[in-house]
């Protein structure tokens, strides 16, 4: 007999993707992926969600794409009424899975949060969030209340060695060559 253990809950958890609404009567849900291949979501397990406060483990029983969708089978969920019950549901896996990336490449999720200045020492705010725009990933900084130029947000190009001359993770501070007024 072999005890099956378990997955452990995420210790740094990260969103790759989300649960869509039941496809058929059988159980099956769309899968709606946050990674650049869309596909490679299934390369990152077990997957977790969270019901009620609680990590939940997801086990696929099997996915396919099907026309522009991807959709899964999750192991237990035999009908529409109880797929519809993950409907929404975000699909998280431990951070430490993600591949180790070279210098001067950055995940999303470790620039959130990140204080933005100038090389003159001009605070122009904190990351919030950040958007894909095909050229370039761009920042989102909500500025500081008593900003001086009135901004509530800005706009930055992620481009490094143009805009963005350094990068600090471990003090949260990405310095930037950028116009505070802009």
Not at 28 to 38: D, G, H, K, Y
Not at 137 to 143: K, P, T
Not at 155 to 158: G, H, T
């Given at each position: 007999m072999s005890k099956q253990h378990k997955p452990l809950a995420p210790e740094q958890p990260i969103v790759l993707g989300k649960l869509g609404s039941s496809y058929g009567i059988r159980g099956?849900?769309?899968?709606?992926?946050?990674?650049?291949?869309?596909e490679s979501i299934f390369d990152y397990q077990p997957w977790f969600i969270q019901k009620a406060g609680?990590?939940?483990?997801?086990?696929?029983?099997?996915?396919?794409r099907h026309n522009q969708d991807l959709i899964?089978?999750?192991?237990g969920i035999d009908d529409r009424d109880e797929a519809n019950l993950l409907t929404?549901?975000?699909?998280?896996v431990d951070s430490n899975q993600l591949p180790q990336l070279e210098e001067d490449d950055y995940y999303?999720?470790?620039l959130m949060g990140c204080q933005v200045v100038t090389a003159s020492g001009y605070d122009l705010g904190k990351v919030i969030d950040m958007m894909e725009?095909?050229?370039?990933?761009?920042?989102?900084?909500?500025?500081?209340?008593?900003?001086?130029?009135?901004?509530k947000e800005r706009?930055?190009?992620?481009l490094h060695g143009q805009v963005i001359k350094k990068v600090d993770l471990a003090a949260k501070?990405?310095?930037a060559d950028w116009d505070p007024g802009f």
């Open positions: 099956w849900l769309r899968v709606f992926s946050s990674t650049e291949n869309a609680q990590w939940q483990h997801v086990e696929l029983e099997s996915w396919r899964v089978k999750v192991k929404n549901c975000e699909i998280v999303w999720k470790d725009t095909g050229s370039n990933d761009v920042m989102v900084v909500r500025a500081n209340l008593k900003d001086a130029f009135g901004m706009l930055i190009p992620f501070v990405i310095e």
